[in-house]
């Protein structure tokens, strides 16, 4: 036994309330100079949607609940400015899980819960395309998960294959932006701005930290390592090492295998993602009186180090290697994705070290306890290392991590 | 009998599937659920608050325009739905210039395609001997019209002179030969323009392989008619490198308030409506109207700013969906406490007995339940899975690398690598722990998803907090920890989560109150006491004598929770009606 519900007569008013927002939103987006209209318009129909829903929550076991709500979304659909149109998507699928919600409530008990375990099936069905979504994904699953599950699954954001960690843990990557300002001042021509940086975290949990860590990843999600045709690869070639080479020459990395060192990225980085993060760091790190110049981008991938590494193990004739730290600069990879201004635009034409690796080595010489190398003083940085990056880019000091 | 038995199989498993899934159950568990999810998500979007611009606003990281852009038209592909494979996509440049200056060519491709083809006729005759001749048409295109005129008349007059050299394949065709594939070559002279965009076309030509030739040729000529249509085309197979004739749709199916609003003012104004529904949410109250909200507000957010989404915000959007399904509201919520008030108010009614004695068993709660019960089981098994396929979990390596990443791991706190340094000088101790670790969470993700649903349930509680708070520890993944450990408790029995408070009367005591049924005053007061009461501890006796004023609020078990709340101490009053 329960407590006594709501009559449905006096949920009416309710109701009617609520479509009455909405139906006003529908007269102003029929006026004629509705300009400007469209917050509040957008506002009235969440009102009245929130109502809606409200007398729906009242009395869920009523056809006539359902049907209002059926009423209000379409009514919300037709109501809502066109520049909402994601908003529109939503007021759109409200409607048909209320029409969805109508038939359920229209049927007996028994063939409810048959209507239920169709629904969990589906629903689960969906669950288990999307885990199979990464990789080899069979067929069947491919095809449920593009023409049947895909609206679903991105509209719930299930869309994910929960690969935590897996198949093996991916090598973090960053961002490295180099500004360079247009000022005579020479502290303050260049400046390093690095994402993720665990001081840019501002909650005692380090959740923005954690979300800045994906940034550089949606840059290199999108990226492939294409095959590039027969006079590209020449091209490349010639680029990046010219028969006549100055001191302005960035060798090849000694330790990465050649395959490794050009990676290309898709399209739609090119041309979507990395304009995007780069009009954003300009408009971040404006300087009043010095306009930004060029902004050059890396994406660095930060290598793991070997436990043999990490403590310096000798080598098979007893010598001791340099220890290598986790922050060890050598363990930057950095990869040249081009000269941006502050708009975003790429620098028109040929540019010869775009998406190659650029290294960062050790010198012969460098200090064999690196672990310590955090509290390195510039000058022992240029006596130990040799950053291509630092030099490729035009800067005076080094990326002080982590 | 075979029939007979076949039938009774039939039943046993159909009862089996409605015991599992339609067997009315406490929703108090997905209560708790509620308050530990709602307050993961409230903690996430106060994060938030600071950073709104710079995720969500229109000069996010990923701008407006951007994000708008990538929901609207990024292609989505379905594979074939027979044998037959659609055509393979012609590859086109990587690098910028010359991908820029081919779309260049195909953009001044005539409309209609016979003229297409006859513009690039020449090509057939340039790649019968693309070594000599290449240099010939180079040269050639690098003529005046004049000049060109003057070449195809010394060709036609066999001249021994001509202002280029011919290749000897061309100067054995017969004159009229000769120049009517000059005649080709103008016309593809004229289709391809300059230097470098004619080199660089015919590179992209020459190094396709045939049948992508074939392709390329088939591509320009299905190249629609209508020029606006081929130029919307074109751009964007340029901008995504897809053909949208090959794409079984475009865009994502997303939505949200931060694709439309560029505002400041309004921008803060909608986030601080999405605290204030979160709050409630956790609280519980109108919890079916608010968790249906708390779940459009996730999703407000995760929609907008992909490229700052990871694992918990997903976890996240499955659990809040989970919970707006369920009767989450229905325990451990201020919409509870209302009820209980209401009953109170309506004693002695029957329904209000039943009200106060506890939450209504429900089958909606344990098909919410068991969503993510089998939910939980599937992620911990995708994970475990493709773990098992890695080969830095079958050597151990990958202990090591979750240990020390440098991004993720504790290892920027110098004592943290200190640590792992001296770990690290004993190879056995470095492999005993990187074995342990890998060993724990492999038979942790692969063997939950079936030993849970055994008597070995516990055990796997157990190990599973241990997994996720040694990620929270070690990998500082806390609300990820705590948004897994919210699904988890789908897995404890209502009885355990019920019983919680039991703890809390031990610390109190029992509390006998005498009241007069006659005085409506007291009466109202008792009723009230009732409703506050929910671990059971009020026994109401009614007398002529009034004990009502000496009940210390402190000792209920429900207000000993406000104690330490700011302003708990007004509200613990308020209810208790003084």
């Known amino acids: 036994?329960?407590?006594?519900?709501?009559?449905?007569?006096?949920?009416?008013?309710?109701?009617?309330?609520?479509?009455?927002?909405?139906?006003?939103?529908?007269?102003?987006?029929?006026?004629?100079?509705?300009?400007?209209?469209?917050?509040?318009?957008?506002?009235?129909?969440?009102?009245?949607?929130?109502?809606?829903?409200?007398?729906?929550?009242?009395?869920?076991?009523?056809?006539?609940?359902?049907?209002?709500?059926?009423?209000?979304?379409?009514?919300?659909?037709?109501?809502?400015?066109?520049?909402?149109?994601?908003?529109?998507?939503?007021?759109?699928?409200?409607?048909?899980?209320?029409?969805?919600?109508?038939?359920?409530?229209?049927?007996?008990?028994?063939?409810?819960?048959?209507?239920?375990?169709?629904?969990?099936?589906?629903?689960?069905?969906?669950?288990?395309?999307?885990?199979?979504?990464?990789?080899?994904?069979?067929?069947?699953?491919?095809?449920?998960?593009?023409?049947?599950?895909?609206?679903?699954?991105?509209?719930?954001?299930?869309?994910?294959?929960?690969?935590?960690?897996?198949?093996?843990?991916?090598?973090?990557?960053?961002?490295?932006?180099?500004?360079?300002?247009?000022?005579?001042?020479?502290?303050?021509?260049?400046?390093?701005?690095?994402?993720?940086?665990?001081?840019?975290?501002?909650?005692?949990?380090?959740?923005?930290?954690?979300?800045?860590?994906?940034?550089?990843?949606?840059?290199?999600?999108?990226?492939?390592?294409?095959?590039?045709?027969?006079?590209?690869?020449?091209?490349?070639?010639?680029?990046?090492?010219?028969?006549?080479?100055?001191?302005?020459?960035?060798?090849?990395?000694?330790?990465?295998?050649?395959?490794?060192?050009l990676l290309i990225p898709s399209p739609a980085t090119q041309h979507l993602v990395l304009p995007s993060f780069v009009r954003h760091v300009a408009l971040e790190n404006q300087r009043p009186g010095s306009p930004i110049k060029s902004i050059r981008v890396y994406r660095v991938v930060h290598d793991y180090i070997f436990p043999e590494h990490f403590v310096g193990a000798p080598d098979d004739k007893g010598k001791p290697n340099r220890q290598v730290g986790p922050f060890d600069p050598t363990t930057y990879l950095p990869y040249y994705l081009g000269t941006f201004d502050a708009q975003g635009v790429p620098r028109p034409g040929p540019d010869a070290l775009r998406w190659w690796m650029i290294p960062i080595l050790a010198r012969p010489d460098a200090p064999l306890d690196a672990v310590r190398f955090r509290s390195l003083a510039d000058s022992d940085y240029e006596r130990s290392f040799v950053d291509h990056v630092k030099r490729h880019a035009g800067s005076d000091g080094y990326r002080k991590g982590p | 009998m075979p029939v007979a038995t076949a039938t009774g199989k039939d039943r046993e498993l159909k009862n089996a599937w409605s015991r599992f899934w339609f067997l009315p159950a406490d929703p108090?568990?997905?209560?708790?659920?509620?308050?530990?999810?709602?307050?993961?998500?409230?903690?996430?979007?106060?994060?938030?608050?600071?950073?709104?611009?710079?995720?969500?606003?229109?000069?996010?990281?990923?701008?407006?325009?951007?994000?708008?852009?990538?929901?609207?038209?990024?292609p989505i592909f379905a594979p074939a739905l027979g044998w037959q494979q659609p055509p393979e996509p012609i590859r086109f440049p990587q690098l910028p210039h010359r991908r820029a200056a081919i779309f260049e060519v195909l953009r001044r491709l005539p409309d209609d395609p016979d003229a297409r083809i006859t513009r690039l006729l020449f090509l057939s005759t340039l790649f019968q001997n693309i070594g000599e001749r290449r240099q010939f048409f180079t040269d050639y295109a690098a003529l005046s019209p004049e000049q060109r005129q003057t070449v195809k008349r010394q060709l036609a007059d066999k001249a021994p002179e001509t202002l280029i050299a011919f290749p000897d394949s061309f100067r054995q065709l017969p004159p009229a030969d000769a120049v009517r594939n000059l005649a080709e070559a103008d016309a593809l002279i004229a289709l391809l323009g300059p230097q470098p965009g004619l080199g660089y076309f015919l590179d992209w030509f020459r190094d396709l392989d045939t049948t992508q030739r074939f392709g390329a040729l088939?591509?320009?000529?299905?190249?629609?008619?209508?020029?606006?249509?081929?130029?919307?085309?074109?751009?964007?197979?340029?901008?995504?490198?897809?053909?949208?004739?090959?794409?079984?749709t475009r865009g994502r199916v997303v939505f949200s308030p931060w694709f439309h609003v560029k505002e400041p003012a309004t921008m803060r104004g909608i986030h601080a409506a999405v605290l204030i529904v979160l709050f409630l949410f956790t609280i519980g109250l109108w919890t079916r109207v608010t968790s249906v909200l708390a779940w459009l507000a996730v999703m407000f957010y995760a929609h907008r700013a992909a490229p700052v989404m990871f694992g918990l915000d997903s976890v996240v959007s499955v659990v809040m969906l989970y919970l707006m399904v369920g009767p989450s509201g229905s325990a451990l919520s201020v919409d509870r406490l209302l009820a209980r008030f209401r009953a109170a108010r309506a004693l002695p009614a029957p329904w209000a007995e039943q009200v106060l004695a506890g939450p209504t068993p429900s089958i909606l709660a344990n098909i919410t339940?068991?969503?993510?019960q089998i939910h939980f089981c599937l992620i911990y098994a995708s994970t475990g899975l493709t773990k098992v396929k890695g080969a830095t979990w079958w050597n151990h390596s990958a202990g090591w690398m979750s240990l020390m990443n440098p991004d993720f791991s504790l290892v920027h706190h110098r004592w943290y690598e200190l640590l792992l340094h001296t770990l690290a000088e004993s190879r056995l101790l470095l492999a005993l722990l990187c074995g342990s670790v890998v060993v724990f969470t492999i038979v942790m993700e692969v063997g939950l998803p079936i030993l849970i649903w055994t008597s070995l349930r516990p055990i796997f509680i157990v190990g599973s907090i241990l997994l996720h708070s040694g990620i929270a520890f070690v990998m500082g993944l806390t609300p990820f920890g705590l948004i897994m450990m919210t699904m988890l408790l789908a897995f404890f029995p209502a009885s355990v989560v019920r019983n919680a408070p039991d703890w809390m009367i031990r610390r109190g005591k029992p509390i006998a109150v005498r009241f007069n049924p006659a005085d409506d005053a007291q009466r109202r007061r008792a009723n009230r006491l009732r409703a506050l009461d929910i671990a059971g501890q009020v026994t109401l006796q009614p007398t002529a004598v009034n004990s009502m004023d000496k009940v210390d609020p402190w000792s209920l078990a429900l207000l000993r929770m406000l104690r330490w709340c700011p302003g708990g101490r007004w509200l613990a009053g308020k209810l208790m009606g003084g």
């Open chain 1, 1 to 261: 036994m329960t407590e006594p519900l709501i009559e449905l007569r006096r949920l009416y008013p309710r109701a009617g309330i609520a479509l009455g927002f909405i139906v006003v939103a529908l007269v102003l987006g029929s006026m004629r100079t509705s300009d400007g209209l469209d917050g509040p318009r957008v506002v009235l129909v969440a009102l009245g949607t929130i109502g809606v829903g409200s007398v729906l929550a009242r009395r869920p076991d009523l056809p006539a609940a359902w049907a209002i709500a059926v009423a209000g979304g379409l009514l919300g659909y037709v109501a809502l400015p066109a520049s909402w149109d994601s908003f529109r998507l939503l007021a759109g699928v409200l409607t048909a899980v209320a029409l969805v919600g109508l038939m359920v409530v229209l049927l007996p008990l028994r063939w409810r819960l048959r209507a239920a375990t169709l629904l969990v099936v589906l629903h689960l069905g969906g669950i288990v395309t999307a885990i199979t979504g990464e990789g080899d994904q069979p067929w069947l699953f491919a095809q449920m998960w593009a023409r049947v599950y895909r609206p679903y699954l991105q509209f719930t954001n299930q869309n994910t294959a929960y690969h935590f960690f897996a198949p093996n843990p991916g090598a973090p990557s960053e961002l490295w932006f180099g500004i360079e300002y247009d000022t005579p001042d020479a502290a303050r021509r260049f400046a390093w701005v690095v994402v993720p940086k665990r001081s840019d975290s501002h909650d005692p949990l380090w959740n923005s930290y954690y979300r800045r860590l994906k940034i550089p990843e949606y840059a290199s999600n999108a990226s492939e390592l294409s095959n590039p045709l027969a006079a590209e690869l020449e091209e490349f070639a010639s680029l990046r090492d010219p028969p006549e080479r100055d001191a302005n020459y960035i060798p090849h990395h000694p330790l990465q295998p050649a395959a490794r060192q």
């Open chain 2, 28 to 74: 108090t568990t997905l209560g708790l659920m509620r308050i530990a999810a709602g307050c993961v998500a409230l903690y996430i979007h106060l994060a938030y608050s600071l950073e709104l611009n710079e995720f969500f606003g229109p000069d996010a990281w990923l701008s407006q325009e951007a994000a708008n852009r990538e929901r609207l038209e990024q």
């Open chain 2, 218 to 248: 088939d591509f320009i000529r299905d190249l629609p008619r209508a020029g606006t249509e081929r130029a919307d085309l074109l751009n964007y197979f340029e901008f995504w490198n897809a053909d949208s004739r090959q794409t079984y």
């Open chain 2, 369 to 372: 339940l068991r969503l993510v």
